[in-house]
Structures are given as C-alpha cells and as structure tokens.
C-alpha cells in the first residue's frame, strides 16, 4: 500500500493508477475518434497519462487530474495528426501512392459507424474535437472550453458549424 502524505492527498504512483484503470479506456476511445488509428490513439492516452505523472503534485483534486488528462489527450491527438499530415505530404512529394489504411481499421468499427468516422474526419480540426468532446465524451460546452482552451461562444459555433458540415458529407453519401 502506497504512503499518504499528512495533506490527506495520495502519491503519484497511487493517484495516476487509479486513474488509469478508471479513465483509460475512455481516453483511448476519445483519442481514437480523434486521430481514427488504435495504436497511435494508445501511444497519445499512454503520453497523457506520463505527463499526468509527472505533473501529479500541481493538481489538487482528481477532477483537475481528469480534466489535465482529457487536454492532454486532445493535444497528444493534435501532435499526432500533425506528424502524419507532414509524413504523407513527404511520402506524395516523392510520388508514393497514399499511405494504406492499418489492416484492422475496417473491424475497428461497425459498417455504420465507418461513414460517421469518414465524415469526422472530413472536418477541420477544431469542430471535429468539439463535435467528439460533445457528443461522444458527453463534456459541457464550458468542460470543452475549458479542454481546448477556447472560449463558450467558439464552442458553440464550433459545434453549430461540424453539425451542419455532417449533415452535408453524410447527406451526400446517402
């Protein structure tokens, strides 16, 4: 059994594997709608979770541990689309085909749940987080703000404007 300090508060080891048996799985689901790929989805929940670590004494109740954790997520998921946006721009400049889709991308999802994830991916980047942190991870318009850093109003607009823009991609492919 791991020490408590004389502030009540639990140690880092103690506070980030409680979190990880309890958030983990979410966070990897919530990276996963984000960057559409499982194993760079686990390598961005696993970075979230070493900087929770790290970052354990700051954070002074588990909701701001939770929260710490989902923004961590959001921008280990913006870093990794980054890099494979600057690897496929690389790879079309020396003329090699498109990079394939992993093997197991087309059994990660249900048949239905494959054109939710395509369309996802056709929007820009900010409404696609919103749209997911909403409606997916069930946040608040202030949680959201709060997560990506933006204010109500851009959630708001975030949200009206990646509703509209599904309706139309998946109204298209009907």
Known sequence: MAERPVDGRVDADT?????????????????VLLVDDRES???VVQDAFAALHRRWP?????????????????????SALRKRRTVRSYLRSVDDPDVAQPADAAVLLAAEHRQVMDALSRLPDRQREVIVLRYWGELTEAEIAGTL??????????????????????????
């Not at 506070?15 to 990276?31: D, I, N, P």
């Not at 700051?58 to 913006?78: C, D, P």
């Not at 851009?154 to 998946?170: H, P």
């Open 41 to 43: 989805a686990e390598d």
């Open 58 to 78: 700051a954070l002074h109740s588990e909701q701001a541990a939770t929260a710490y954790l989902r923004t961590s997520v959001v921008n280990g998921a913006r």
């Open 15 to 31: 506070g980030v594997a409680a979190l990880f048996r309890t958030h983990r799985l979410g966070m990897v689901r919530l990276a």
């Open 149 to 174: 850093g933006i204010s109500v109003g851009a959630v708001k607009s975030s949200a009206s404007r990646g509703r509209d823009a599904l309706a139309t991609i998946l109204g298209s492919q009907s």
